[in-house]
């Protein structure tokens, strides 16, 4: 079992930053994809970035070149440095991982493969 908590969101202007933290726990080395995936209002849940065990990085297009996905030494934490945020970046925010039969890249909308969810942490940008 993995379990996952986020933190870090929070209320910012367009054009500011915040940064994602996931801390995992449990059985980590287990961990092959650390998805980070957004909700926002009325919308369905969709990855925006994602880190394989290997670091290889995906970003969804509406966010690359603005967010940065790293994890610590030990991948116990995965960030999500998210820059020049705009009133489309709002909602809640998912760290999610998959543990086997992992897709990569992700698809941007299943969120089957994902075996383990935190609770999800809100950001609002404002204009």
């Known amino acids: 079992q993995v379990q996952l908590v986020e933190s870090g969101g929070g209320s910012v202007q367009a054009g500011g930053s915040l940064r994602l933290s996931c801390a995992a726990s449990?059985?980590?080395?287990?961990?092959?994809?650390l998805g980070w995936f957004r909700q926002a209002p009325g919308q369905e849940r969709e990855v925006v970035s994602a880190?394989?065990?290997?670091?290889?990085?995906y970003y969804a297009n509406s966010v690359s070149g603005r967010f940065a996905v790293s994890q610590d030494g030990d991948k116990a934490t995965t960030y999500l440095q998210m820059n020049s945020l705009k009133p489309e970046d709002t909602g809640v925010y998912y760290c999610?991982?998959?543990?086997?039969?992992?897709?990569?890249?992700?698809?941007?909308?299943?969120?089957?493969?994902?075996?383990?969810w935190g609770q999800g942490t809100q950001v609002t940008v404002s204009s």
């Open positions: 449990g059985n980590i080395d287990n961990l092959r994809v």
């Open positions: 999610a991982a998959c543990v086997f039969a992992c897709a990569w890249p992700p698809h941007p909308y299943d969120r089957s493969r994902y075996s383990h």
């Open positions: 880190i394989r065990r290997d670091e290889s990085t």
